[in-house]
């Protein structure tokens, strides 16, 4: 092996076949890539470096488990470098690290540097086709990567230019022929996984990013479709004259798709196999006595060699009878030993003396105004589209509403209708605000669309929440209007326009309030059921508070004196509703010694303790306005979490004892588990 690692020669006429094919197919032509030969005529490119990279998660026996140990590596402006190795070696975490993405559970040592600065990355800096498609089910192919298109692209480019635009794109991902059908997601049947894939991918390089991370771009792709792609990605480092800098996690590549690369990161149970040249590689095994078989894929002879995870089953064997854990310890001790790992770290030196400038953010160039627009109109296409998001929502409230006004039909205005007329606007003010929540599942979808294009850069927090509120507005209205009529004229509610008015914009109020809380629940508990779960625990106890279940003069002192009574918005719906109800209405009085009558106004001081100091309106307008506070926080959590993660990751690095004592027993905590 020395000979080939100290012999740099040997390597040199290897990239210049792979540079060959790339020519035939005219689209790569980068400068020659060698070992220690950085591209220092990219200059607006983009270096990124990491050395003695280090993340653990909690668990295995010693509290925490290594995922990645002490990776050493760079990518350089112009070339493509390939993540490999067996599912659950610690591809995507490198990826996730080298992005500054990593789980909020994991904690990281080592530097990243880009051009020789430490930086945080996300949130525009690099462009990262993830693992999941994260993808608006409603929106045609053409739909998703235009409003891509409007909200990444800067103004001054014209419409037909960003459709133009986009529309090359689904072409060079060979997606022309799905182009107007649907992406399609949980009980809508639209793309295949490839094809999403491929639209995901379409999304990301749009705007040709500098830095490209992609976790697996080609999975579900068929070799010829691999290939295809993988091409136009390469051929990104032909645009403008700026060299790309672009790091993919791969499995499986065909021999023609591994060509495409230009250095290889082989990873193991978190370890470095094997880092350099693509077609150095094959040398590197074989002169540790793993030759590849003439006729095999070399990366398809290097995954198999240092994949444990069948060790078990006898009848597949060992490579040359040896356990495939000592293999892997083999390549890993024979690999920091030799000169390409000697010239990795020189390289590495070498770029970081580079007076290489901050990358900047690829923040969406497009105005605040086109951001606000176009993701208004992308969400309303959503809600419109999404069947689960509003429409089945009105048709339960229809019939909830239905039921109610059967249950109530007939209030009049008897002494029992007192009762009636509280019980029912109970159900409104409480039930119906609460089945709100019922757009959760849709909204959870939302946000996940939300946070991918949000770390990358493509619009702002605020367009999204001013987006989203503007599109929602029309189908609150719908729902409360429709339903709301029913469950008013029906049972025959306080007679007159300006009441029924009245109960419906406190009921549309109330059903933003839930929404806007159920958003606050998505920002802190992005899971689907336990959002529902954390987000109806909520209301049932603003419900129990708001001051119909317990008088409000009743409820215990620390319910009252501490915010929980004040804050329910139940207590400023009941109180309104109620007043609008009761308000100038007169019953007759049945109780012996009193009255003949009793006045609406009498009932609720006497009888729910209502606070009369101020109006309905009142009651409304601060319905209204924790409806803007609610929103407002759930714009400031959002914002606030993208500040706070960057310090709560330098907080969890880990620290250099955990790093010795994994060292010295690195079997005790497998990546694997
Ligand atoms: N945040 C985390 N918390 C706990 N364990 C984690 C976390 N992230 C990754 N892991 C574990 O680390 C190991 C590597 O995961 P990773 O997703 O990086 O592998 P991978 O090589 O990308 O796998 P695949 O090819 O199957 O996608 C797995 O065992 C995984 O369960």
């Known amino acids: 092996m020395a000979a080939l690692f100290q012999n740099s020669e040997s390597l040199q006429g290897k990239p210049a076949e792979i540079q060959t094919a790339l020519e035939v197919e005219n689209l790569n032509p980068m400068p020659e890539t060698k070992t220690g030969g950085s591209n220092r005529f990219m200059g607006d490119g983009v270096f990124l470096t990491w050395e003695d990279l280090w993340v653990t998660v909690p668990g295995g026996k010693s509290g925490s488990r290594s995922i990645l140990q002490g990776l050493t590596g760079y990518a350089r402006p112009g070339e493509l470098l390939a993540i490999m190795g067996p599912s659950g070696c610690g591809k995507s975490t490198l990826l996730d690290t080298l992005a500054g993405r990593l789980a909020p559970n994991a904690r990281q040592a080592g530097d990243i540097l880009i051009n020789g600065r430490k930086q945080a990355l996300a949130y525009g800096t690099s462009a990262y086709v993830t693992q999941d498609d994260a993808l608006i089910a409603t929106l045609t192919v053409r739909e998703a990567v235009y409003y891509s298109a409007q909200l990444q692209l800067p103004d001054t480019i014209s419409k037909s230019e960003k459709k133009e635009r986009a529309e090359m794109t689904i072409r060079e991902m060979g997606l022309e022929d799905a182009m107007n059908t649907q992406i399609g997601g949980w009980g809508v049947k639209g ?87 693509v077609s150095a590689a094959n040398e590197f095994f074989a002169l540790n006595g793993f030759p590849c078989p003439s006729l095999q894929n070399p990366s398809d002879h290097f995954l198999k060699t240092i994949n444990k995870d069948f060790d078990k089953d006898i009848e597949l064997g060992f490579a040359n009878g040896i356990p495939t854990e000592e293999v892997i310890n083999i390549l890993v001790k024979s690999y920091k030993s030799s000169d390409v790992y000697q010239e990795v770290q020189k390289e590495i030196a070498q770029i970081c003396k580079q007076d290489g400038g901050a990358l900047e953010r690829n923040e969406s160039h497009a105005s605040f105004f086109t951001q606000c627009h176009v993701l208004t109109r992308r969400s309303f296409i959503n809600m419109y589209r999404d069947l689960g998001y509003y429409w089945l929502r009105l048709v339960i409230y229809i019939a909830l509403s239905g039921a109610l006004a059967t249950v109530f039909s007939h209030l009049g205005t008897s002494y029992g209708s007192i009762q009636a007329r509280g019980s029912l606007i109970m159900f409104v003010a409480s039930f119906l605000t609460f089945m709100a929540i019922g757009g959760f599942p849709s909204f959870v979808e939302e946000m996940k669309v939300f946070e991918r294009e949000r770390l990358n850069g493509h619009y702002g927090v605020t367009a999204f929440v001013l987006g989203n509120t503007f599109s929602g507005l029309p189908f609150l209205a719908l729902v409360a209007i429709i339903p709301g009529a029913i469950a008013y004229f029906l049972p025959g509610l306080h007679k007159g326009y300006e009441h029924f008015l009245f109960f419906v914009i406190t009921l549309f109020a109330c059903m933003m309030l839930v929404e806007s809380l159920m958003m606050i629940v998505a920002s802190l508990v992005p899971n689907f059921l336990m959002g529902i779960i954390v987000g109806a625990g909520i209301q049932g106890m603003m419900i129990l508070v708001g001051g119909f279940f317990r008088l409000p003069a009743d409820l215990p002192k620390p319910i009252l004196k501490y915010p929980l009574y004040h804050i329910a918005f139940h207590k400023y719906a009941f109180q309104g509703l109620f007043k609008n109800e009761f308000e100038g209405l007169t019953f007759p ?71 010795v004592q994994i060292m010295a027993n690195p079997s005790a905590t497998p990546p694997n588990g």
């Open 191 to 277: 793309l295949s996984g490839g094809q999403k894939r491929r639209v995901s991918i379409c999304i990301e390089i749009l705007t040709h990013p500098k830095l490209l991370f992609l976790d697996e771009p080609t999975s579900g792709l068929d070799s010829a479709a691999s290939y295809y792609v993988m091409s136009r990605i390469a051929s990104l480092n032909r645009k403008d004259g700026i060299g790309r800098t672009i790091i993919a996690s791969i499995h499986q590549p065909s021999s023609e798709v591994f060509q495409l690369f230009h250095n290889l990161y082989l990873l193991s149970v978190g370890k470095t196999v094997y880092f350099g040249p």
């Open 589 to 659: 009085n049945i109780q012996a010694g009193g009255p003949p009558t009793i006045a609406g106004e009498e009932l609720l001081k006497q009888t729910w303790y209502v606070e009369m100091a101020y109006s309905k309106w009142v009651d409304l307008i601060i319905l209204l306005a924790m409806v803007v506070f609610y929103r407002f926080l759930f714009l400031t959590i959002i914002k606030t979490t993208e500040k706070v993660k960057p310090v709560i990751a330098k907080f969890k690095s880990v620290n250099r004892k955990e790093r």
